[in-house]
């Protein structure tokens, strides 16, 4: 007589637990076309890339830029994340994934080779933007024009 008693008690409290709630699963926000921001001098085309910018897994998605100045092609990206220190923090990554990386002081970001291409790479406030395809010194003034534009 017990053993029954003690089922239906047991099967009592369980049933008055209630279900459990199903995990939410957040999607990823979408970047917006920022297009805008990029300069007009020698701009093919443009295109929002939904994660992975170039590639990497550390980068989120952003807007690349693809530029053509006679022979000389190059690109241009932005991607703008929560908080100035979130992309700050990127910025680490991008060091260990350049060959020969070494710091640009005047923009507290790096320069260095990925897959043979050169790379500039820069946070902005909220922003991480660079350069790919150009030597340094060309970069340079493509990155401070890119820069202007970020707010």
């Given at each position: 007589m017990r053993?029954p ?5 047991a099967?009592?409290?369980?049933s ?21 921001r ?7 085309d443009?295109?929002?890339v939904?994660k992975?910018l ?5 980068m ?11 022979k000389?092609?190059?690109?241009m ?20 994934a350049l060959?020969?990386s070494?710091l ?5 970001g ?12 820069f946070s902005?406030?909220?922003?991480i933007a660079?350069i790919?395809g150009?030597t340094?010194k060309?970069?340079?003034?493509q ?5 202007a534009k970020?707010?």
């Amino acid at each position: 007589m017990r053993a029954p008693l003690l089922i239906a008690l047991a099967f009592f409290l369980t049933s008055c637990n209630p279900p459990p709630k199903p995990v939410a699963t957040i999607e990823p926000v979408k970047p917006h076309d920022e297009s805008r921001r990029f300069p007009t001098a020698n701009l093919v085309d443009s295109a929002v890339v939904d994660k992975q910018l170039l590639g990497k897994p550390f980068m989120p998605g952003g807007t690349l830029a693809h530029y053509k100045k006679g022979k000389t092609e190059y690109e241009m990206f932005v991607a703008k994340l929560p908080t100035a220190t979130d992309a700050a923090l990127i910025l680490p990554d991008w060091r260990k994934a350049l060959t020969d990386s070494k710091l640009i002081p005047s923009f507290g970001g790096y320069f260095g080779r990925d897959a043979d291409r050169p790379v500039f790479v820069f946070s902005k406030g909220p922003w991480i933007a660079g350069i790919v395809g150009l030597t340094e010194k060309d970069a340079d003034p493509q990155a401070r024009a890119l820069a202007a534009k970020l707010d």
